[in-house]
């Protein structure tokens, strides 16, 4: 399958996400509301949307140091992960969504299957707090638990899968510093149809909203 991945962290990319929403914000937009209608969370995420949008940028976050051991760490997470599967896994990009343009996701990784085909997506967090990380592989076992223990991961992740329209992910926790059999843990998370469902019903509302925002913005 021929896809039109872009670089992550490349120019491209950054330009490409700026006034999207993308999959790594999707838990922002899943988050409960007092009543109907989105979330104050919700409500930030979009509206820093709408700022991209307007000025052509991307917000920059602060990069702290369990952010910078994070990206560090996925690469040798990576590798252990394709030891343990015994499938190659492949750097992945960008993808936007071919019916929702305004929405895209950047998976850490691919997995291939014999023949070269994508069988399921990748993704890795690599927590600084070792206790977050034994928290995970204590508890995180299906798509159930990671929606129960990090619900922003399990919409991401749903997200993800609804942008590459694929059935699975594993999700992946990692810390090296461990030496026994609780330095991995792989957990598969699978497709959920009626929360996919929910989720693309908010971004295409999420989207409206943006886009209204923008409106009233201009018009001052």
């Given at each position: 399958?021929?896809?039109?991945?872009?670089?992550?962290?490349?120019?491209?990319?950054?330009?490409?996400?700026?006034?999207k929403?993308?999959?790594?914000?999707?838990?922002?937009?899943?988050?409960?509301?007092?009543?109907?209608?989105?979330?104050?969370?919700?409500?930030?995420?979009?509206?820093?949307?709408?700022?991209?949008k307007?000025?052509?940028g991307?917000?920059?976050s602060?990069?702290?140091?369990?952010?910078?051991?994070?990206?560090?760490?996925?690469?040798?997470?990576?590798?252990?992960?394709?030891?343990?599967?015994?499938?190659?896994?492949?750097?992945?990009?960008?993808?936007?969504?071919?019916?929702?343009?305004?929405?895209?996701?950047?998976?850490?990784?691919?997995?291939?299957?014999?023949?070269?085909?994508e069988?399921?997506?990748?993704?890795?967090?690599?927590?600084?707090?070792?206790?977050?990380?034994?928290?995970?592989?204590?508890?995180?076992?299906?798509?159930?638990?990671?929606?129960?223990?990090?619900?922003?991961?399990?919409?991401?992740?749903?997200g993800?899968?609804?942008?590459?329209?694929?059935?699975?992910?594993?999700?992946?926790?990692?810390?090296?510093?461990?030496?026994d059999?609780?330095?991995?843990?792989?957990?598969?998370?699978?497709?959920?149809?009626?929360?996919?469902?929910r989720?693309?019903?908010?971004?295409?509302?999420?989207?409206?909203?943006?886009?209204?925002?923008?409106?009233?913005?201009?018009?001052g």
């Amino acid at each position: 399958m021929n896809r039109n991945y872009i670089t992550p962290l490349s120019p491209e990319w950054y330009s490409a996400r700026s006034g999207k929403f993308t999959a790594s914000g999707f838990g922002n937009l899943m988050t409960a509301a007092k009543g109907e209608g989105f979330s104050n969370a919700a409500m930030q995420y979009i509206y820093e949307k709408a700022r991209e949008k307007i000025s052509g940028g991307n917000v920059k976050s602060l990069i702290t140091k369990p952010m910078k051991w994070g990206t560090r760490m996925e690469a040798p997470a990576l590798t252990v992960l394709e030891r343990y599967l015994g499938m190659k896994i492949q750097e992945c990009g960008l993808l936007i969504h071919p019916r929702v343009p305004e929405a895209g996701a950047t998976p850490d990784a691919l997995v291939l299957d014999d023949s070269g085909n994508e069988y399921a997506l990748v993704e890795v967090k690599c927590p600084y707090n070792q206790k977050v990380h034994l928290k995970y592989y204590n508890t995180i076992k299906s798509g159930e638990t990671l929606k129960r223990i990090v619900p922003g991961y399990y919409w991401q992740i749903q997200g993800s899968l609804w942008v590459f329209d694929l059935e699975r992910c594993y999700f992946v926790s990692f810390d090296p510093r461990r030496l026994d059999e609780k330095r991995l843990l792989i957990a598969e998370i699978k497709r959920d149809e009626k929360d996919i469902a929910r989720l693309e019903k908010m971004v295409l509302t999420a989207i409206e909203t943006r886009d209204e925002r923008i409106k009233a913005i201009r018009k001052g």
